[in-house]
């Protein structure tokens, strides 16, 4: 248990108008200090540990009848002894009780110090602190799932576990070269190979699901992509059930990318309208069309939106050079029009027809979507790492295992092989906090907002 002088205060509560706004103070003197401002309406009553308790918050020139809660070390978020007092909601009333504790003696807490202690005294793991950031930051149900996964410790039960069964590893290597004479190589030689390849196996499963991690912490890029007045602005608007784009029969009316994005289903996508493809002297609208071009790269999906009423042209199957390779699909759009577009000549399979005018089609082209992330991100187990810091532990980890495993494999020593098991030890260590690297730790609580 980490014990520390000081008591450090923060409104853990965003500064604004508000029904309540919460000051809360970690700390040895956090009691003493609540009692010496904080009287409850009942004389004899005290603060009892759990209860929220009705009283007057009262210090110089500064009243409120306000709620006060303590939570007895160690059994609160920080393992310290911790007070909260529910104040009426306002910017200046807030200020004023925060800057009364501070003139008591409490320290303006840093970013993410509450957590880091509660992290210190072995209230959570780091994985878990990391979840409470993602469950802070989540714009979409799937973001507040992973989140909650790793505030629940699914991720450190994981990772626990693999450690476990490199630590029973590295003590059968300590057993067999401790006793030479009792010739054990071979059969622990078949052990330990059978132990790191099914470790191995496992952080494979993990990293397996990093793609459609990333689709659910970043969002899934979706570039609409097509030949001037083809109705690309009109697709965007239509996605996003608002008039987000201008739209008119005049070419080259988009010149620049627009960013929006939508969730659908628990899932995060970005749209990016682009300038319509076309031979054009304007310089502005050259530059649009380059950067339509270049948003080709960063896309995971193109939907090329093709004008069913007209004719294949020549932009078109420009278009459909610059987009082979890519996850593409086909919009073609005003289905409720004549259609002439030789649709047999457009070479990718998944098409979908719309209209941006009635609304026909725009539910299926979102299933399509939903379809892309979730059948190329199969997962079979619940638990998905979104977080680039722990996919990049788990590389390490599988990396260094499978040096250890060829190195089994080519007859090296037991006792050089344990150094490549230690070090992926270490690795999974690194995400849940277990390999005590302060640089690490520093840098995940510095991402947390003041009174977390």
């Known amino acids: 248990m980490v014990t520390t002088e000081k008591t450090i205060v923060a409104i853990s509560t965003a500064i604004g108008s508000g029904g309540i706004s919460i000051i809360r103070m970690s700390g040895k003197s956090s009691l003493d200090i609540a009692k010496s401002v904080f009287t409850p309406i009942k004389s004899e009553q005290d603060l009892e540990p759990r209860k929220l308790t009705l009283g007057t918050f009262k210090y110089k020139d500064i009243s409120d009848k306000c709620m006060a809660v303590y939570f007895k070390a160690p059994f609160s978020y920080t393992g310290e002894d911790i007070v909260e007092f529910h104040l009426h909601g306002g910017i200046t009333l807030t200020n004023k009780v925060y ?10 807490a840093s970013k993410g110090e509450f957590s880091k202690l509660a992290f210190l005294n072995g209230k959570m793991s780091l994985d878990e602190a990391e979840g409470v950031i993602d469950l802070i930051n989540a714009e979409s149900e799937s973001e507040l799932r992973a989140g909650y996964d790793l505030v629940q410790g699914k991720l450190k ?72 007045n083809a109705g690309k602005s009109s697709l965007l608007n239509a996605l996003l059930n608002y ?80 987009i082979e390779g890519k996850n593409t699909i086909v919009v073609i759009n005003k289905c409720d029009l004549q259609t002439k577009c030789e649709l047999q000549k457009i070479p990718f399979d998944n098409k979908v027809s719309i209209s941006t005018t009635t609304g026909e089609g725009i539910g299926k082209l979102k299933e399509e979507l939903l379809t892309f992330v979730t ?23 599988d990396q260094n295992l499978d040096t250890a495993i060829n190195n089994l494999d080519a007859g090296i020593d037991l006792d050089l092989i344990s150094i490549d098991i230690k070090a992926s030890w270490l690795n999974l260590g690194d995400i849940t906090g277990n390999s005590d690297n302060e640089k690490i730790i520093d840098e995940i609580f510095s991402k947390f907002c003041v009174g977390k």
Do not use: W
């Not at 800057?99 to 303006?108: A, I, K, N, Q, R």
């Not at 078949?190 to 689709?215: M, P, W, Y």
């Open 99 to 108: 800057e009364s504790l501070v003139d008591l003696g409490c320290e303006p």
């Open 243 to 322: 008039e987000r784009a201008i739209v008119t029969d005049i070419q080259g009316t988009t010149r620049d990318v627009i960013e929006e994005t939508f969730v659908y289903k628990g899932y995060k996508f970005i749209l990016m309208d682009t300038a319509g493809i076309r031979n054009t002297d304007d310089i502005v609208e050259k530059i649009g069309i380059d950067r339509s071009k270049n948003s080709i790269k960063s896309a995971d999906i193109v939907l090329f939106v093709v004008d069913s009423s007209t004719n294949l042209s020549e932009e078109d199957y420009e278009i459909m050079k610059d």
């Open 157 to 228: 039960n994981e990772v626990e576990k693999l450690q476990d069964v490199l630590t029973e590893t590295l003590a059968k290597i300590e057993v067999t070269l401790d006793y030479p004479e009792e010739d054990l190589e071979e059969e622990s030689i078949e052990f330990i190979r059978t132990r790191l390849v099914n470790c191995k196996s496992k952080i494979q499963d993990l990293l397996s699901t990093a793609s459609l991690g990333r689709a659910i912490k970043e969002g899934t890029k979706i570039l609409i992509y097509g030949k001037t």
């Open 375 to 397: 059948n190329n991100n199969i997962n079979n187990n619940s638990l998905v790492i979104t977080n680039k810091r722990h996919i990049e532990s788990l590389k390490s980890a």
